[in-house]
């Protein structure tokens, strides 16, 4: 069982920073591809950002600039750093891994960004 492990969001005001943080076992986060995708309301499901497990990155454009995300390999986690965010960034924000052991997401975490 794939099991994802989410941590960080919450309320901030525009323009200021948070930071995501998601978790999985060494096995599969070594092998596979890890996103952070998010959903605002009355809205689907988009990428923000994603990277491999060779460390190729790809963002929406709209976070461009703004986000970075990142691997950890000593702790299998793989961050989300969101600076001067804006209240369109609000929505909630899933974890996703991919690849040879299909499509797995987490729970989600909600981010909320006021004006």
């Known amino acids: 069982q794939v099991q994802l492990e989410e941590s960080g969001g919450g309320l901030v005001q525009a323009g200021g920073s948070l930071r995501l943080a998601c978790a999985t076992s060494?096995?599969?986060?070594?092998?596979?591809?890890m996103g952070w995708y998010r959903q605002a309301p009355g809205k689907q499901r988009e990428l923000v950002a994603r990277?491999?497990?060779?460390?190729?990155?790809n963002y929406a454009d709209s976070v461009k600039g703004r986000f970075t995300i990142s691997r950890d390999n000593a702790q299998n986690t793989v961050s989300l750093q969101m600076n001067s965010l804006k209240p369109e960034d609000t929505g909630v924000y899933y974890c996703?891994?991919?690849?040879?052991?299909?499509?797995?997401w987490g729970q989600g975490t909600q981010v909320t960004v006021s004006s």
């Open positions: 996703r891994v991919s690849g040879t052991i299909g499509v797995y």
């Open positions: 060494r096995s599969i986060f070594s092998s596979n591809s």
């Open positions: 990277i491999s497990s060779g460390g190729w990155t």
